[in-house]
């Protein structure tokens, strides 16, 4: 596939609620992304995102991915469509950014890894949160050594949802949604507790609750430890039911040499040595900087800072995580492997 002009050509899959953030995203990224193709069997979902761009629009993702135009997918559907829109993508040869989850359970875990190995395409986890800024700056800081030793993270994605059954759709459904709340939502708090812990997740035990959206068949809420295989322990606390106490951390890391603690806009540490900072940042549009790091990876040919790797490791997490609150005990962290797949 010839890239033309130095732009990515993308289509996106699924013009719903997502859509419209994924669209400004490609308008913020004009010298390396051209939004070509929308499509959505509900025309008006389709004709509202494509409007905006310029783009032509299919009712069949199908159809679109024969269009030789498209060097790359965008996909922004419901969670049980994700692994057949992957599929077909791969084998059309498109590279991929992929709203989370990556799919539903290790069996779909599997196909895709094998589709995006024999198609050498790239895919990249559309893990938004990675790009705030108090996040990369503390990727950083991790980098240099400033703490040392990571020890324990802790993560947390909470908030009142205002859900009713007439607006719940899909994600009622644990059919269409992969679980609840914790499959949804709690994939960020996962993706960024992995990201922060920098290593393979080992094994979970978690707990369950719906406190308060209780016609959804999944939990509305979750609490989640993880052990890694360099020895940090994670943990999160995810809801829907309800926002977090003042003073609860977005994230924090604790090392031998001192932690860093964020609110989700701010960024401070405290050193042992009593060595302290505090950081603010302007604010950056968190899915314009995906999609740029998405762009530069295909025009680059580098690799995304979170690929079908991290979004299985993710997914491993999420379903040791259910396997624990079903059995009452420690699950494993299942891999995808190259044994598995080959
Ligand atoms: N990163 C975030 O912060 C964030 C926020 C919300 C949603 N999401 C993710 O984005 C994805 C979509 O969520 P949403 O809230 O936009 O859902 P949505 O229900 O608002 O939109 C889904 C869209 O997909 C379309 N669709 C259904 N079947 C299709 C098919 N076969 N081909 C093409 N289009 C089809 C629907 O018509 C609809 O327009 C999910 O994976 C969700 O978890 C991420």
Redesign the pocket.
């Known amino acids: 596939m010839t890239i033309k002009d130095g732009r990515i050509r993308v289509g996106l899959?699924?013009?719903?609620?997502?859509?419209g953030?994924h669209v400004k995203g490609y308008l913020a990224n004009p010298d390396t992304t051209i939004l070509t193709a929308v499509?959505?069997?509900?025309p008006e979902?389709?004709e509202r995102r494509a409007a905006l761009a310029g783009a032509r629009t299919y009712s069949?993702?199908l159809d679109m991915l024969a269009d030789e135009e498209i060097d790359a997918v965008d996909?922004?559907?419901?969670?049980h469509?994700?692994k057949d829109?992957i599929v077909a993508a791969a084998a059309a040869g498109k590279h991929i950014l992929c709203?989370?989850?990556l799919c539903l359970s290790e069996e779909e875990a599997v196909e895709v890894e094998r589709a995006i190995r024999a198609a050498g395409v790239t895919l990249m986890c559309?893990?938004?949160?990675l790009f705030s800024p108090p996040v990369a700056k503390a990727l950083e800081l991790l980098e240099s050594g400033l703490i040392g030793t990571v020890y324990e993270v802790r993560t947390t994605d909470s908030f009142f949802n205002d859900f009713n059954p007439e607006t719940m759709?899909?994600?009622a459904s644990a059919a269409t949604s992969g679980g609840g709340e914790l499959i949804?939502?709690g994939?960020?708090p996962t993706y960024l507790m992995l990201q922060l812990a920098g290593g393979a997740p080992v094994e979970v035990t978690a707990m369950l609750s719906t406190h308060r959206l209780k016609f959804m068949e999944g939990e509305d809420s979750a609490q989640v430890l993880v052990r890694f295989d360099n020895g940090v322990l994670g943990s999160l606390v995810t809801s829907w039911a309800y926002a977090s106490s003042t003073n609860t951390e977005r994230f924090s890391v604790v090392g031998e040499l001192g932690s860093m603690f964020s609110d989700g806009t701010s960024l401070s540490y405290t050193l042992r040595t009593g060595e302290k900072a505090s950081m603010e940042f302007p604010p950056v549009e968190e899915?314009a900087a995906e999609i740029g790091h998405f762009a530069r990876s295909i025009l680059n040919g580098t690799r995304p800072i979170h690929t079908e790797k991290e979004g299985i490791e993710v997914l491993g997490i999420i379903l040791a995580a259910y396997e624990s609150a079903r059995s009452h005990s420690f699950a494993p962290v299942r891999s995808v492997s190259a044994a598995t797949v080959a």
């Open positions: 899959i699924g013009a719903g609620g997502i859509a953030a499509a959505d069997p509900i979902n389709a069949s993702y996909i922004c559907l419901p969670h469509l994700h829109a709203e989370k989850p559309a893990h938004n949160q759709g899909w994600r949804d939502t994939y960020h899915f």
